[in-house]
């Protein structure tokens, strides 16, 4: 007699495994990385190792003398998590705080809640939030690109173009005199500037992007609702008084709105099921980033914004979902 397995949704199945949609994941983020590389040198090197290395050496020791459980790590998601983490981060920054951050992603933003599958806030944002609001100096100063390539934690540093822009108009300067100082569009595409190791080059990310669509391994939804929500609300302040806010191409190119909506917002265990809660969750997203950008304290917003919005997504799923099957018939 066979038994009937019961188990939650989703039931669909298809060839796709956690492992190879990580390892795809893992793939994308590599134009992003070798750019980093030629812009900062060595300092990218030792924060992408020592990021990924203690992320799946935590999750290992945790879920082997903690939780006392079969390890995962062969599934690409620590790894992941590490990338994604030192994209974020500073190149130049300090290896141990790296670490520190590595361990509150999988320990506490991760493990804590069961591990893959059941976090629901992004870990690599957690991490970064974290060591942002801990050690604010080191996680606000930046290498300025193309330097000595083996200079690490004694690179001279510089502002970001969105740090720039805050500062600017703090001090009431005009949009064009700050735009005369910041790296010009072109710089900013190529990713000739400052910034996290990983958001700076617009290029990079792009094709990333396309390699995940072409996998099918995310959807258009979540990152064009979140690009298509910053276009509009800055392109309306824009309009409205040129000489005070940033044009919206400032905002797609500058900071790290891309690697946001690209690789942490479309995270599957942290965003909505349904096409629609994705348009709703993208939207918020995107306005909350356009909003602490422009009017808030922090010149970037996007990984606050994910997290904010990480928190509505079984809110979404709830009252944003698809008709049960047969239910259209019963109502006939």
């Known amino acids: 007699m066979s038994m009937i397995t019961v188990s939650p949704a989703p039931h669909d199945h298809t060839q796709e495994t956690v492992k190879k949609l990580m390892y795809g ?9 070798i750019v980093s590389v030629i812009f900062f040198g060595v300092g990218t090197i030792i924060l992408i190792l020592t990021s990924m290395l203690s992320c799946v050496a935590f999750e290992y020791l945790i879920q082997k003398y903690i939780l006392k459980n079969e390890s995962t790590i062969s599934d690409g998601s620590a790894m992941v998590t590490g990338l994604l983490l030192a994209l974020c981060l500073p190149a130049d920054i300090p290896f141990w705080i790296v670490i520190i951050g590595s361990l509150v992603a999988i320990g506490v933003a991760k493990m804590s809640f069961g591990g893959l599958g059941n976090n629901p806030f992004n870990p690599a ?14 996680m606000s100063t930046y290498p300025k ?5 083996f200079a690490y934690t004694d690179a001279a540093t510089g502002a970001t173009p969105l740090g720039m822009m805050k500062e600017g108009i703090k001090n009431n300067e005009t ?9 010009d569009y072109i710089d900013m595409f190529l990713g000739k500037m400052g910034g996290s190791a990983g958001e700076i080059s617009a290029i990079a990310l792009i094709i990333g992007f396309i390699y995940l669509l072409a996998r099918k391994i995310i959807t258009l939804h979540i990152p064009i609702s979140i690009l298509l929500t910053v276009v509009i609300f800055t ?18 190119l500058s900071g790290g709105l891309l690697l946001g909506a ?13 096409a629609s809660g994705m348009w709703v969750y993208g939207i918020g997203i ?3 980033t356009v909003l602490i950008r422009v009017f808030g304290a922090y010149p970037e917003g996007v990984q606050f914004a994910i997290l904010i919005m990480n928190a509505f ?9 698809p008709a049960r099957f047969g239910e259209r018939l019963k109502n006939e």
């Open 25 to 33: 994941v893992l793939i994308a983020l590599v134009p992003a990385s």
């Open 125 to 138: 944002i957690v991490g970064r939030v974290f060591l942002f609001v801990s050690f604010p100096v080191q």
């Open 145 to 149: 690109p193309l330097q000595n390539w």
């Open 175 to 183: 949009i064009s005199d700050i735009m005369s100082k910041v790296p």
């Open 235 to 252: 392109g309306i302040l824009w309009k409205s008084d040129p000489a005070r806010y940033a044009d919206p191409l400032f905002h797609l």
């Open 262 to 274: 690209i690789f942490m917002a479309t995270d599957y265990v942290t965003s909505p099921m349904t």
């Open 286 to 288: 995107g306005i909350i």
């Open 313 to 321: 997504v079984p809110l979404i799923n709830k009252y944003i979902k």
